[in-house]
């Protein structure tokens, strides 16, 4: 199974950002596999964002659900990010990743058996 997201590196304050992860190797719609984006600040820790299931279910972190919609194309086999009203803060890089199950809010490397390499996203004018 492999990752990849993408997107554009760079976004303006206020605007949204917006991440596609394609998945290859296998199905995003295979039960009880989780899609998950989470982030990491520079300097700082990973930030788990938010998931969708195998069956389209849709879980958000609270702290980001006010800004952040996640979504799936499944014929495309991919899953998206779109995290609006951005600022500096949200600059990071940004991973999709794979879970056996849910792990709603959950950082650890190691609960997720296939990361993407990340995409670096700079928010800024």
């Known amino acids: 199974v492999q990752l990849q997201e993408s997107g554009p590196g760079l976004v303006k304050p206020s605007q949204t950002l917006s991440l596609t992860c394609t998945v290859s190797?296998?199905?995003?719609?295979?039960?009880?596999?989780?899609w998950t984006w989470i982030r990491q600040p520079p300097g700082k820790g990973l930030e788990w964002m938010g998931a969708?299931?195998?069956?389209?279910?849709?879980y958000y972190s609270p702290s980001l659900k006010s800004r952040t919609s996640i979504s799936r194309d499944t014929s495309k086999n991919q899953f998206a990010l779109q995290l609006s009203s951005v600022t500096p803060e949200d600059t990071a890089v940004y991973y999709c990743?794979?879970?056996?199950?849910?792990?709603?809010?959950?950082?650890?490397?190691?609960?997720?058996?296939?990361w993407g390499q990340g995409t670096q996203v700079t928010v800024s004018s």
């Open positions: 990743a794979r879970s056996d199950g849910a792990r709603l809010g959950v950082v650890r490397t190691d609960e997720y058996d296939y």
């Open positions: 190797g296998g199905s995003i719609t295979t039960a009880n596999y989780y």
């Open positions: 969708i299931a195998y069956d389209g279910s849709i």
